[in-house]
């Protein structure tokens, strides 16, 4: 699928050169500004961690996105350090790159929705649906999923029908192109 979307991306260049438009005209944006967050990588210390969101708070950025170690314990006092870093007024999230279980899942919103997180993303492997279910029924803070989940744009009716996520992830790398990300983003914004 990702060989597709590469072909799919060259398509909607070429339309987009043909039409002498850049491609967020071509489908239908107007805003030339769009808001960024500051992502992390997994540091090894909690000082990389705090210098890098130092260095992101002063050139200017107000949302981070953690990626942290896969240790409920050390990420719950990551993410605190985080909300106490950077101040109630900036969108916080997390990335939970997949590596827990539901019953850590839980655990570790709990820990979200204390810090008020913006979003909690993929915090378990994107295969049991059911477990998805049970998480974003029983957290206050939003679930994000199914970004690289398989099945491209054909599965996300089935991640939403689910209510196995609040919110819901598109790219063009992991489903099929600008055609199937643009698929994904027409169906949330139904839902």
């Known amino acids: 699928m990702a060989h597709l979307g590469l072909i799919d991306l060259l398509a909607w260049d070429i339309k987009a050169k043909k039409a002498r438009m850049p491609l967020y005209q071509l489908l239908g944006g107007n805003d030339t500004k769009v808001r960024a ?15 890098h969101i130092k260095e ?27 909300r106490r870093w950077c101040g109630d007024g900036a ?3 997390f990335d939970g790159s997949a590596g827990w279980d539901l019953v850590s ?16 993303e993929e915090p378990m492997r994107e295969f049991n649906l059911g477990a ?8 206050r803070v939003p679930v994000l999923a199914a970004e690289t989940s398989d099945g491209v744009h054909w ?4 991640w ?7 919110m819901i992830r598109t ?5 099929g192109g600008i055609t199937g990300a643009l698929k994904i983003a027409h169906l949330a914004e139904s839902h």
């Open 155 to 158: 599965n996300a009716a089935t």
């Open 37 to 51: 967050y500051a992502s992390t990588v997994t540091w090894d210390t909690m000082d990389e961690y705090e210098r």
């Open 105 to 120: 899942s839980l655990k570790f919103g709990r820990v979200m929705e204390e810090c008020n997180f913006f979003w909690y």
């Open 132 to 139: 998805y279910a049970q998480l974003a029924d029983q957290l």
């Open 171 to 175: 790219s063009s790398f992991f489903k």
């Open 56 to 82: 992101c708070i002063d050139v200017g950025f107000t949302a981070f996105k953690l990626h942290a170690w896969g240790d409920v314990k050390e990420d719950a006092k990551l993410s605190r350090n985080l």
């Open 91 to 93: 969108e916080l999230m």
């Open 160 to 166: 939403i029908d689910m209510k196995a996520l609040d």
